[in-house]
């Protein structure tokens, strides 16, 4: 094998690169563009393309792709060799600037919501130049934004880099006013640590729920969940090792930072975590890592899992979104320094979080909210569908000696004052226990735990950046009008600390107790994604959005429909699933059984005096529970037909998914999970959750 260092990154055509194969000139002029965002000059184009070509077919690419973030979450990729013919009839490879800077794929066949009408099909991709260029399976790709011809947004890229050109303009005006004439650009950071489940292929195969739905519709709990607790950070099996080990090889190949990996609390679950970088490489490189997964899985003959809740009765699997803000010379803004200029700076940082995370808890929520995360939130495994921020004892206590102009403990007498107090030390470690907040600081940065493995991190980030942007903003405005900075900051901090500090909450965000308080101090509880959705298109959601130039109106619409439908789509299938499963698979093993049993029972008659008890119980239960079976499955496909016809508003549409198809589908799972534990092993033809989670 070869040594770490040299693996890392050799798939990528990054700063080494670059600095060994462009001229001087070209160089510069393209670092420029990367750092300030400005326009890219054809020639250098060219320049870098051709140069990015001999490396790729150097390293045995033979096509390129631009590789881009459509709505349904995927990554996308479109091949083109490089050939390109003489006249002498040979080819020669080639790859311009243009084609570098550019694509015009085909955009018909991508969720747009109504955006694109298919007469004008087009759509284009522009490059990324922030994110490196990298060869994944022969073909050189090029991270790309994506727009419709009319320059609407198709992507989950082109809003997330607008966020994050958002939250940059506003920060900077907090720095200027802080006196920071050395930063130019500040940038948001995301470590996003991923959750999954690895199952034996062979298994997989036999489960038409996970190979449909990607989760098991039907399942009996087994003898033996996940109530020991002896699998987070347990010991690693050989074959999850191997496949951990070289999943860790090839994304250091493409240079992402894979760094920590762990069993998690579930049997069959676990665990990695990158270390962080700028959000938008977080982005891609989270994408690429669920891809890897899923391709180095298979290879190992397992199958890696990605669903929100593939198990009922153990955990689900989530996302844990670390973010930050910091400064191109490389300051965390949220990291608490050791002067009191530094100190009001991160408390100023600080307490935008945390007005921004009240004033729009709702769209958090949203980007959160998914019909497979809808089995997670609230449920006692992952934090609630209410927001909350915890702080830790010690920082809630500075922020309330700075509300009260009070010392902050009995052994400090001085009152905390922003600007000339130095913050005391609390320990880093002390603000990171509070596993069941939905949004922790954990010391330098803050931990948004709602997301779901499958999301992509960009719906989360694009309003965590917003809302952080708006909030600075605001404050902006109010100090840039002030003469007296300090004096106007320390009310400002005052004011937010007193105006948001319901969103507080450092207790345990499982217990019931929680939801009554939590409504008492009026925080949204929007329970599944369809309660959640409506407040994407709400006034506040959309001034917000289109007052930063993160999304139009007719964007954040278009939007709205692709997640409401897609809320539809999902529970279509699942119900469509589970009915044909009951259908060919569970009702013939029922029947097989019975007859089974009623050849027994007659063979038994003619031996006259045998008892047959047992036989004529069993058979007595399985007959009832089979018609109930029958029944639940015809009740289920009546409320897939008495479906709401597409004239209905699409959120009706999502609502009666829920309130109808999903109900029958949990009925008809209870009387098949109560079956399964009676029918002969032989007869049921799908593997047990026994054997799912345990045969690794
Ligand atoms: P743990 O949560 O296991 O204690 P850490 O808190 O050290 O581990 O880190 C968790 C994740 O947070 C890692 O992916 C790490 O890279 C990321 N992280 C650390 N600092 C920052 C930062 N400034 N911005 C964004 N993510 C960060
Ligand atoms: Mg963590």
Redo the contacts with the bound molecule.
């Keep these: 094998m070869k040594r770490i260092p040299e693996m890392f990154g050799s798939m990528v055509f990054n700063e080494t690169v670059m600095q060994e194969r462009l001229s001087k000139e070209v160089y510069k002029a393209l670092r420029t563009t990367m750092r300030l965002g400005t326009h890219l000059e054809l020639d250098i184009a060219n320049a870098v393309a051709n140069a990015m070509k001999e490396w790729a077919v150097e390293k045995g690419a033979t096509h390129f792709t631009h590789w881009f973030q459509p709505m349904t979450g995927q990554t996308a990729e479109k091949h083109d060799s490089f050939i390109s013919p003489t006249k002498d009839g040979k080819i020669i490879m080639e790859f311009s600037g243009k084609e570098l800077v550019r694509g015009e794929p085909d955009a018909s066949s991508f969720p747009s919501g109504g955006l694109r009408c298919t007469f004008e099909a087009r759509g284009y991709t522009v490059w990324d130049i922030t994110s490196y260029a990298f060869i994944k399976d022969g073909t050189l790709c090029i991270p790309t934004a994506f727009c419709s011809y009319s320059g609407e947004a198709l992507d989950k890229k082109t809003p997330l880099l607008r966020s994050m050109e958002a939250i940059n303009k506003q920060a900077m005006r907090i720095l200027k006013l802080f006196g920071n004439d050395t930063a130019k650009r500040v940038a948001t ?5 991923q959750e999954y489940f690895l199952i034996d292929k062979e298994l997989f195969a036999k489960r038409p729920d996970l190979i449909y739905t990607g989760r098991t519709l039907f399942g009996a709990c087994p003898p033996k969940g996940q109530e020991m607790e002896d699998h987070y950070f347990g010991n690693i099996k050989p074959r999850v090792a191997a496949f951990m080990a070289e999943l860790d090889e090839e994304l250091w190949k493409l240079g992402i930072l894979a ?2 990996k762990h069993n998690e609390v579930a049997p069959a679950q676990h665990e990695m ?4 970088s700028t959000t938008n490489i977080a982005t891609d490189h989270n994408q690429l890592t669920m891809e890897l997964m899923k391709k180095i899985a298979d290879k190992h003959n397992l199958a890696c899992l990605l669903h929100e809740k593939p198990f009922a009765g153990v955990n689900g699997s989530g996302k ?1 979104n ?3 803000i ?1 400064t191109d010379t490389g300051v ?1 803004l ?1 990291e608490p320094g050791e002067t009191p200029y530094e100190n009001a700076q991160f408390i100023l940082f600080l307490v935008a979080v945390v007005k921004a995370v009240d004033d729009y808890q709702n769209l958090l929520r949203i980007s959160a909210g998914s019909a497979g995360n809808d089995h997670r939130l609230g449920a006692n495994e992952a934090p609630p569908a209410i927001i909350s921020i915890f702080l830790g004892d010690e920082l809630t206590a500075i922020l309330e000696a700075i509300e009260k102009n009070a010392a902050y403990s009995a052994a400090s007498n001085k009152p905390m004052e922003i600007g000339v107090s130095v913050l005391p030390h609390f320990p880093k470690d002390a603000t ?1 226990r509070n596993r069941t907040s939905p949004f922790a600081f ?4 803050f ?1 948004f735990r709602m997301l779901g493995s499958t999301f992509s991190i960009s719906g989360p980030n694009i309003v965590l950046n917003t809302a952080v942007a708006e909030t600075l903003r605001v404050f902006a405005d109010k100090l840039e009008a002030n003469e007296n900075f300090y004096s106007a900051l320390a009310v400002l901090v005052k004011e937010t600390i007193e105006a948001h500090k319901r969103i507080i909450f450092n207790g345990n965000n499982y217990s019931d107790d929680w939801v009554d308080e939590a409504k008492k101090r009026g925080l949204s509880n929007l329970k599944t994604v369809v309660d959640a959705l409506p407040e994407f298109v709400s006034k506040k959601s959309v001034s917000l959005f289109t007052s930063h130039g993160v999304f139009t109106e007719t964007e954040i619409h278009s939007r709205y429909e692709i997640l409401t439908e897609g809320y539809c789509k999902t529970i279509n299938i699942e119900a469509l699933t589970m009915a044909e499963m009951s259908k060919n698979l569970l009702i013939p093993a029922c029947v097989a059984y019975q007859n089974e049993l009623l050849k027994l029972l007659t063979r038994k008659k003619d031996f006259g005096e045998l008892s047959s008890k047992m036989e004529t119980a069993l058979l007595a239960k399985i007959t009832k529970l089979s018609d109930c079976l029958w029944t639940k499955t015809e009740r289920l496909e009546d409320a897939l037909l008495k479906r709401n016809n597409q004239d209905e508003e699409i959120i009706t549409q999502a609502k009666y998914f829920r309130e109808t198809v999903f109900a029958a589908m949990t009925e008809l799972r209870i009387v098949a999970d109560e079956l399964e534990t009676i029918v002969a092993k032989k007869h049921w033809p799908l593997p047990s959750y026994g054997e799912l989670l345990y045969s690794v």
């Excluded at 975590?273 to 962080?276: H, K, L, M, Q």
């Design positions: 950071t995301v470590g996003p640590e760094k920590t975590a990158p270390i962080f844990h670390n973010w930050s910091s965390n949220l990171d954990t010391g330098n940065k931990e």
